[in-house]
């Protein structure tokens, strides 16, 4: 018996959308472990300097950079585990989301802790990864559709006290990076469903 070229045609696409899926999550993952071997090596941490300084000008450069910036290995590892699988959630639900959330996740939540957060530099991809959850975990609110709000309720019932991030409960995190990316998520899950509704009345 042979394959439906539909199915046949379907299988491979499917293929590709996951093989783009591990690129672009692989990819963001080596580029903040080449960023953390160069700033270790050949800088010896200067590159720190191009983290958020809270209302300082001159910190405004943090918000693209923040994100590739960590601070030692045991830093690098806990926002692999989080890139790897909340961006792979948000990639798989659909690509452009991610890049979207990615983007408001490291800028509008950089503009957050620039705003409000503590005189400290700030560094790392938490406030992207926050915004993955919390895109994850308000999509289904938004959109209102079952397949969201399955989504939503397993991501939150699995993964829900990521959420105890957002509180300032420990020294040497940054809670407000945490907190403004969750903000961001929403927003963007916020955005992207207004987006859906339009599109599907057109």
Do not use: C, K
């Not at 300097?49 to 918000?63: C, E, N, S, Y």
């Not at 045991?74 to 890139?83: A, E, K, Q, R, S």
């Not at 957050?112 to 400290?120: E, I, K, N, Q, S």
């Amino acid at each position: 018996m042979r394959q439906a070229p539909d199915a046949g045609m379907a299988r491979r696409a499917i293929g590709e959308y996951l093989r783009r899926a591990a690129l672009v999550i692989g990819g963001f993952i080596v580029l903040i472990w080449a960023v953390w071997l160069v700033n270790t090596l050949l800088f010896q941490g200067a590159l720190f300097a191009f983290g958020i300084r809270p209302r300082a000008v001159g910190g405004l450069i943090g918000l693209p950079a923040h994100p590739l910036l960590h601070g030692d290995v045991p830093h690098l590892v806990h926002n692999t585990i989080g890139i790897a699988l909340f961006g792979t959630l948000v990639y798989l639900r659909e690509d452009r989301d991610f890049w979207v959330v990615t983007l408001l996740g490291a800028l509008l939540g950089g503009l957050g802790v620039w705003v409000f957060a503590r005189p400290l530099v700030h560094i790392g991809a938490s406030s992207v990864i926050f915004a993955y959850f919390g895109y994850l975990v308000s999509t289904g609110l938004f959109e209102r559709r079952i397949g969201s709000l399955l989504l939503s309720i397993v991501v939150f019932v699995a993964w829900g006290s990521v959420l105890l991030g957002v509180l300032p409960l420990q020294r040497g995190i940054s809670w407000e990076g945490h907190l403004f990316g969750f903000l961001a998520g929403v927003v963007a899950a916020r955005a992207l469903s207004r987006t859906r509704t339009r599109a599907a009345e057109r």
